[in-house]
């Protein structure tokens, strides 16, 4: 599964530069959370800060300090901060390209690693611009920039450098989405999901993704059921699969952000009252925590199916092949039949964020 390959992100850049605001939006945190890196007046990054996935622990963002600071100088950066930990990493400047940022790139690409260079903020820059320009034109100037960007890092010797336009206020908009997806297909397939489902939804396109990432899984979830039917005590199959049903199902409902956590977080940022996300669910599945009744509930027919397997435990000959066959069956079954209803919620709570 993929909570099994942890991933470290680090993610660095001067003070200012909304590395720790980037820190937050790409995990979900609302920057008032109490996990939520610290922003503003009292953000300075002193030292290597680990920020786990509220709903993912073994997915870690890392906020780096600068590179030259008292306690970073830059000869001594990379032995420091340990680079060659870290999986891939996020390079944030709010303005120009700076010196640091040059040097820190370069030493990634000499350990063979890949940098993503982040202009933050870029909402800002678009209104202030917006506010100078006659016949504003919102696309050339963010082509503008970012060919600015990709000039400014290839003078400097960095080969093909990727530069993303993102506004962390607001992850829906620029090239926030498409980041997200680029630092997915860059990592090694087993880190591919971990990443993915850590995510927040920024997208129609990334919850088909998450939903096809769990249903990749489903046969290996059902595999594992037929084989506990193989076993000849009664009641033991159908005891197993409802323990198994409730945490896949609960990892689907923290994969989609369906949990309360996740919504509120969700209504912080649109300013769309929590309520008004919530009711974009499914009404069984409202609930604070998944249980065993709760997927009763979801999946009443096909579980009359699943009471149906024990009749043939006892059969001679052919009991516990087939109750091994309806197993696989009707747990994969399960799975799909959750999974879609999930998926529709989690697309039906994206739009309602966006009205």
């Known amino acids: 599964m993929e909570e099994n390959f942890p991933l470290n992100v680090a993610v660095t850049g001067e003070y200012g530069s909304g590395k720790s605001t980037f820190v937050n939006a790409i995990r979900g945190v609302d920057n008032m959370d109490e996990r939520a ?18 709903n993912y622990p073994h997915v870690t963002f890392w906020d780096l300090p600068g590179v030259g600071t008292t306690n970073y100088p830059a000869a001594e950066y990379v032995k420091l901060v340990e680079l060659e930990r870290f999986d891939f990493f996020v390079i944030i400047s709010a303005d120009r390209l700076r010196e640091s940022d040059v040097k820190l790139a370069k030493e990634i690409q000499k350990m063979g690693k890949r940098f993503y260079y982040v202009r ?11 506010g100078k320009q006659r016949g504003f034109d919102a696309e050339r ?10 000039q400014g890092l290839q003078e400097q010797g960095l080969r093909s450098p990727q530069v993303f336009l993102v506004s962390s206020i607001d992850p829906n908009l620029f090239d926030f989405p498409l980041l997200a997806e680029i630092l997915k ?14 995510m927040p939804n920024t997208s129609l396109e990334m919850i088909d993704r998450k939903k096809e990432a769990f249903k990749s899984k489903i046969k290996y979830v059902a595999g594992l059921s037929a084989a506990v039917a193989a076993a000849p005590v009664h009641g ?42 919530r009711s ?36 001679p000959m052919l009991g516990i092949p087939l109750s091994m066959a309806f197993s696989c069956f009707t747990t994969y079954k399960a799975l799909n039949i959750l999974l879609n209803v ?13 009205d």
């Open 37 to 54: 890196a610290p922003t503003g007046s009292v953000g300075i990054t002193e030292d290597v800060t680990p920020y786990s996935h509220p």
């Open 120 to 130: 933050s903020k870029i909402d800002n820059n678009v209104r202030d611009k917006e």
């Open 141 to 150: 100037t963010l082509t503008q920039i970012r060919e600015n960007c990709i």
């Open 185 to 198: 297909r860059k990592l090694p397939e087993l880190k591919r999901d971990a990443f993915l489902l850590a």
């Open 236 to 277: 033991l199959s159908i005891a197993f699969d409802l323990v198994l049903l409730v945490g896949v199902f609960t990892r689907y409902v923290f994969g989609f952000g369906l949990n309360t956590s996740s919504l509120r977080r969700v209504s912080r940022y649109t300013c769309v009252p929590y309520v008004e996300l």
């Open 280 to 315: 974009a669910i499914t009404p069984s599945l409202t609930v604070k925590k998944v249980t065993p009744v709760l997927v009763l509930k979801t999946l009443f027919q096909t579980v009359s199916i699943v009471k149906l397997m024990t009749g043939y435990r006892f059969i």
């Open 342 to 354: 999930l998926a529709d919620d989690a697309r039906r709570v994206f739009r309602k964020a966006l």
